[in-house]
Every structure is written in structure tokens, then in C-alpha cells.
């Protein structure tokens, strides 16, 4: 009997070990695989975002393929105004060969032979224009922009704003100058003497100023076909003479229309770049 009882001790004890270790297994099993769905997860987590890095990789390399293909391996950034390219640079090199030697050996940086190169090209421009210098017209080239002045008795009749029949010769020429070169902008400024004027349409020096150089912008967009989005209205007064306004003669100086043309040294470039 003691034996028998011994036996079926013996059985229950190691049934519930059994029992207990197979829990403790189960346990561990649901957990080795919550962490494996965990792992798979991540996993599939980072292939997607090494995928998109990838690919963000690949586009970077097609840019900066194709830059090396479109700008000959390397552009330059010239004082934060323009960036050309080799070829560019090559186009400009090509038209630094007709500068004067003296002002070439002046060059010494990028910009410098930039400014060169723009300013053959509006000489090139102005000298085919026949525009023709005189004691009521003044031309200036300052690096890469130029100035004219008009006295204002060669466009205006006096304290007016309406451009005379006079005019339309030096507009024609100026159109002309204009027209040829896709690459300028032009602002155009009215300057007035120091006397005052008021009048039913005219309140002062500054409205007079204003009002021709809106009146010469007007008419070479109107009359001489000049793209508007090239053109700048402003007005001076009486702010920046050229002489003291103690004369007739000195007052007469200060009465003038500057026009002033800027290339736009992206389109310059762009030009440049496509010139065979």
C-alpha cells in the first residue's frame, strides 16, 4: 500500500512540473514571436526608408549628371549676381579677345572681365545706333551700363510733361538700341532745376520729374514697340543736378531725361551661352 501510494505521489509531482514548465515554455514562445513580428516590422520599416533614400540618391546623381553635361563639369558664382558655366566662360573669353589689351590687363577677377565683356557688347550696340553726341545729348558707358542724358528742350516744351514732335528721332534711335539686345533693361529719369512749379496738373518738381519719364516710357513701348517688362519709370526732381541752379545756363544742365540701360546679366549669359 505504501508503495502504491509512493508511486502516485511520485506521478501528480511530476505532472505538475510538467505542467509548469510547459506554461513557462508557451510564455516564452509567445514572446520569442512578438519580438520576431517586432524585428519583421523594423525590418521592413527601414528596406522602405533605404528605398526612398535611394532613390533621392539616384535623382541627385541624374542632377548632377546632367549639370556636368549642360555646364562643361563646373560653374562659377560671380559676386553673388550670376552663375556661368564653363562654356560660358569660354563664349566670354572669345569676346574679351576684341577688348582694348590696356583695359583687359586692368581684369583681375571674373567679375572684372564680366563687366569687360558686357560693356564691348553695349558699345558694339551704341556705336551701330547713330546716335550721335552733342551739347543736348550725352553718352556714358560705366561699366556695364550705360547713360544718356537728353536735355529736356530736345524732348519737352518748357514746364511740360508732353513730349514734342522733336522727340520722336532721338526715341526712334533709342527704341532701335533697345530692340537689339534682348538682354537690357532701361530705366528712364526725369530730372527737373531747382524752381518750383504748381499747376492744375503738375503739383511740384517731383510730380513734373515723374510724369516725363512715365510720358518717354509710354511712348516707346506705344509707338516704338519696346516690351514694357523692360522698362522703369522714375522721377528725380530737383535732387541730383549736375550743376549748382545759380544760372540759366547751369539750370538748363539739370533739366534733363537720363536714360540708363542695364543688362540683365541673366539673359546676357543665357545669349551668351547660346552664340555659336
Same mark, same amino acid.
Given at each position: 500500500m505504501k508503495k502504491i501510494l509512493i508511486v502516485l505521489l511520485s506521478i $501528480?509531482?511530476?505532472?505538475?512540473?510538467?505542467?509548469? /514548465?510547459? %506554461?513557462?515554455?508557451?510564455?516564452? =514562445?509567445?514572446?520569442?514571436?512578438s519580438e520576431l513580428q517586432k524585428t519583421r516590422v523594423a525590418k521592413e520599416d527601414l528596406e522602405a526608408k533605404f528605398e526612398k533614400i535611394q532613390t533621392r540618391v539616384d535623382n541627385y546623381n541624374k542632377k548632377i549628371a546632367s549639370l556636368k553635361d549642360e555646364n562643361n563639369s563646373k560653374l562659377d558664382v560671380v559676386d553673388h549676381v550670376a552663375v556661368i558655366s564653363e562654356d560660358t566662360k569660354f563664349k566670354m573669353r572669345e569676346t574679351?579677345?576684341?577688348? *582694348?589689351?590696356?583695359k583687359l590687363n586692368q581684369a583681375k577677377t571674373l567679375k572684372?572681365?564680366? =563687366? $569687360?565683356? #558686357?560693356?564691348? =557688347?553695349?558699345?558694339?550696340?551704341?556705336?551701330?545706333?547713330? $546716335?550721335?553726341? *552733342?551739347?543736348?545729348?550725352?553718352?556714358n558707358i560705366d561699366g556695364t551700363v550705360v547713360m544718356i542724358s537728353i536735355a529736356d528742350n530736345m524732348l519737352f516744351n518748357t514746364?511740360?510733361?508732353? %513730349?514734342?514732335?522733336?522727340?520722336?528721332?532721338? %526715341?526712334? /534711335?533709342?527704341?532701335? #538700341?533697345?530692340?537689339?539686345?534682348?538682354? %537690357?533693361?532701361?530705366?528712364?529719369?526725369?530730372?527737373t532745376d531747382s524752381r518750383t512749379i504748381n499747376t492744375v496738373n503738375i503739383a511740384d518738381n517731383w510730380d513734373l520729374s515723374v510724369l516725363r519719364a512715365t510720358s518717354v516710357v509710354r511712348k516707346l513701348q506705344e509707338k516704338y514697340n519696346v516690351a514694357p517688362e523692360k522698362l522703369?519709370?522714375?522721377g528725380r526732381s530737383s535732387y541730383q543736378p549736375l550743376a549748382e541752379n545759380d544760372s540759366k545756363e547751369?539750370?538748363? /544742365? =539739370?533739366?534733363?531725361?537720363?536714360?540708363?540701360?542695364?543688362?540683365? $546679366?541673366? /539673359?546676357?549669359?543665357a545669349l551668351m551661352g547660346d552664340e555659336s
Open positions: $501528480l509531482t511530476f505532472s505538475c512540473v510538467s505542467k509548469k /514548465k510547459y %506554461l513557462a515554455l508557451q510564455q516564452e =514562445n509567445g514572446e520569442i514571436k574679351l579677345k576684341h577688348v *582694348d589689351a590696356e572684372d572681365s564680366m =563687366n $569687360l565683356a #558686357v560693356a564691348y =557688347n553695349l558699345e558694339k550696340v551704341i556705336s551701330k545706333s547713330e $546716335l550721335n553726341e *552733342d551739347d543736348d545729348f550725352a553718352v514746364a511740360s510733361y508732353k %513730349l514734342s514732335s522733336k522727340a520722336d528721332p532721338i %526715341l526712334q /534711335k533709342l527704341a532701335d #538700341v533697345i530692340n537689339s539686345e534682348p538682354s %537690357l533693361d532701361v530705366m528712364v529719369e526725369g530730372h522703369i519709370a522714375a547751369n539750370r538748363a /544742365k =539739370n533739366r534733363r531725361t537720363r536714360i540708363i540701360i542695364l543688362p540683365n $546679366l541673366d /539673359k546676357f549669359f
